[in-house]
């Protein structure tokens, strides 16, 4: 097998060519037909992330170990099953869930392995899919992509997965009240997307970017407001037929914190997904008197997938713009990535 591999943190990309992999136990060999190229791969392949005022979270002294094959939004086929992996249609496409825990502690019997301790999360803790197979523990993390082409159902893994299990955790609000969205990037406009799969209210956008309102307005929300005007709440509140029962943050700066704070109801709920960093900018005593809930969000566990993917094989979701490039590109789609040149999210694909 090929593959397109970390070696060095902070260096480019190197090609290796390896043996075919033979699986053990429950283990499914894939043979990759998608892999997404992802920003968090930026971070992998640089070794870390800048966390502000100097400090550094730095992967190497986390237990990510070199060499590493990168990519997590990844689809294809089944070319060999364990001996205890069951039995499988190998004439099927799937997908994997990335997000794969230890499979024994309490988080991961709960159903939460992508919070698990132990980690054994595809292309950032174990080999991914920047290669032509990727080694899959078991069988249930594979999911039937049914008609989706496999560059539309790859990124669904962590994009599509971060914007539903987002969604999740205030799903029983989505129906009575349009909920905020703050920040109309690509998470941002699947989150719009999703509400309409499931029937929910036309959400009301924030973002600072008015031609980024202009995509959230065509993405079916019902305002895109800019966070900047002095009334801003109180826009927010008009659009949505009173303050939102729930607001999503795929920003997560300072400002946008306090406006999703601002903006939401009483005994409402404020996620926070975006990772832009910064301190809390809230009052302590109003997150008590207006019984405020502050829940953060990471990607998505294995049935918030099962059920993404249940929607998106009844093509209820719309796909997002891909291109597609060679698996020996991928070094330089990062590059490109990493200016801002990549139009819609990029696939390696050597099928
Ligand atoms: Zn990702
Ligand atoms: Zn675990």
């Known amino acids: 097998m090929h593959c397109q591999c970390v070696h060095e943190f902070g260096q480019p990309l190197r090609p290796d060519d390896r043996p075919d992999m033979t699986p053990q136990g429950t283990e499914v060999i ?49 070319v060999a099953l364990g001996p205890e992996a069951g039995d499988l249609d190998t004439s099927r496409g799937y997908v994997i869930y990335p997000w794969i825990g230890c499979g024994s502690c309490a988080l991961c019997a709960g159903g939460n392995e992508q919070l698990c301790t132990s980690p054994r999360f595809l292309g950032i803790h174990v080999d991914g899919g920047y290669a032509t197979q990727v080694r899959v523990p078991h069988p249930k993390y594979l999911y039937e992509i049914g008609d989706i082409a496999p560059e539309n159902a790859a990124p669904l893994a962590c994009s599509g997965l971060t914007a539903f299990g987002a969604l999740k955790k205030v799903e029983h609000t989505l129906k009575a009240r349009p909920p905020l969205i703050i920040g109309a990037g690509g998470l941002g406009l699947m989150c719009a997307h999703l509400l309409s799969a499931l029937e929910a209210r036309a959400p009301v956008f924030v973002d600072i970017d ?37 607001a999503i943050d795929f920003v997560g700066a300072e400002a946008t914190a306090e406006l999703g704070f601002n903006a939401v109801d009483k005994g409402g709920t404020y996620v926070i997904v975006g990772l832009f960093g910064g301190a809390a900018p809230w009052a302590l005593p109003f997150i008590a008197l207006r019984s405020l809930t502050i829940q953060g969000s990471y990607t998505g566990s294995p049935q918030d997938f099962a059920e993404l993917m249940a929607l998106a094989r009844e093509g209820r979701i719309s796909a997002i713009p891909t291109t597609r490039y060679r698996l020996d590109e991928a070094e330089d789609v990062l590059n490109r990535l990493a200016e801002g040149r990549i139009v819609g999210r990029a696939i390696l694909t050597d099928t």
């Open 30 to 78: 894939v043979a990759i037909t998608a892999a997404g190229v992802c920003h968090t791969d930026l971070h992998v392949r640089e070794g870390g992330y800048h966390l502000g005022h100097g400090r550094r979270l730095d992967f190497a002294s986390r237990g990510i170990s070199l060499p590493r094959v990168m990519g997590h939004e990844i689809a294809g086929r089944i």
């Open 210 to 246: 008015p031609v980024k309102r202009q995509a959230a307005l065509a993405a079916g929300a019902c305002a895109a407001i800019d966070p900047g005007a002095p009334d801003a709440v109180e826009q927010i509140h008009a659009a949505a037929g009173g303050a939102p029962l729930a």
